[in-house]
C-alpha cells in the first residue's frame, strides 16, 4: 500500500464521482462463463504471429509459391489485431510478478471494484505505483526485447535470401501482378483473421501462467518462447508449453522509451486488470486499454510502406526483399517495419 499513497491526492476526484463497491472483489483470475480469458485469447494473435516467424526462418525459400505464401501471411496481418496482440501478451507477462499481483489485489479488496476500475480509466499511470511495478515491467520489456530481436533475424535471413535466389531462374523472374498482390493484401489487412484453434487452445493451457511467471522470473537473452515451443499442434496443444526450461536474466535495466511511456502504462494497467479477471466486470474498460494508439499507428505506417513496396516490386527478388524490409526488420534498420514498431518501446 506505501507507494499507492503518494496517487492518493491524484485520484481523490476519482474517488468522489465513484461509488464504493460493497462486496470484495475476486482474488484470483478467472475465466469468463464461456471458459476464455481476454487477454490470453487477444494475446494469441500475437502468439500466431510469432509462429509465423519461426515459419519463416524454418527453412530457405525454394519457389516463387513458397514466397508469395509468407508475403500474404505477413500482409495480410491486422493491425489492430496485432497491436492488441502484443499489449495484451506484455500484459500476461507483467502480470506473473507476485509482488505486483498481490498489491493489486489488496487494493482491489480495500478500494472496491468500482473505485479501482475507475482509477486505472482516470489516472493512466496509477497502475505503476503498484508495489513490483517496475520489476514487472522491466520482466515483460526485457522479454519483448529478445522476442522482437528474432523479428531482425528472420528479416535478415529473408534479406539474404533476396540476394540468393537471385541465381535462381524463379528468383530472378517477374514477380506475380504487383499491383493484384497490393489490392489482395490491403483487403485482407482490414479484416480480423482468426487464431488458429491449436494456438487458441495452447494460450488457455492450464500450465500457460506457470511458464510465463518462469519467462518473467528471469527474462531470457538466449531463447525466446516460440523457439523453445517447436510445436503448436491440434493433437497436443495443452502440453506445447511443458518443455520449455528455464531461462536466463538480462543484465541491464531497459528503459521506455518517451513516446511510449502511454504504451508502458496500458500494459502494466492491463496487467493489474488481469490479475483481478476485470473482464468479468469491466470488460468494456479492458478493451479500451488494449487499443494502443502508438503501436497501432506506427504498425500502419510500416503496413503502408510494405504495401508501397510490393506494389512496386516487379520481381520475386525484389519481393522478398520488401517481406524482409517491412513485413519483418532488417537488423539496425529505422524503416518503420512491423518488427520495429514492436521493439521500440524501449531505447
Known sequence: MRTRTRFLATALALA????????????????????????????????????????????????A????????????????????????YGAILAAQNPAFAKDVREADADYGRERAMAYFTGSPSWARSFEGAEDALQAALTVNAHETARISSAGAFMDKQAFAIQSQKWGKARASDPNKTYTSLRSASQEERPVSAAIQQAFSAPDLNAVLASLTASPTTSQSIWDKVAVLTVSAPSNAFQTISPV???????????????????MLTLAAQHIIAAEQTHADAMKASMADPISRDCLADAKQLFFGCVSAAT???ALTGCLAKHGLQLPREKTRSTGLCLSEITR
Open 248 to 266: 536466463v536474466a538480462l543484465d541491464k535495466k531497459l528503459q521506455v522509451a518517451p513516446a511510449y511511456e502511454g504504451t508502458a502504462n496500458r
Open 65 to 88: 509459391a513458397e514466397l508469395n505464401k509468407h508475403v500474404q501471411t505477413f500482409g495480410s496481418v491486422n493491425i489492430n489485431q496485432l497491436s492488441s496482440g502484443w499489449i495484451a
Open 315 to 317: 520481381h520475386n527478388d
Open 16 to 63: 468522489i464521482a465513484a461509488p464504493i463497491a460493497t462486496s470484495q472483489a475476486p482474488t484470483t483470475p478467472a475465466p469468463d462463463q464461456n471458459g476464455t480469458r481476454m487477454l490470453p485469447s487477444t494475446a494469441a494473435a500475437y502468439a500466431e504471429f510469432q509462429g509465423n516467424v519461426s515459419q519463416v526462418m524454418s527453412k530457405e525459400l525454394g519457389s
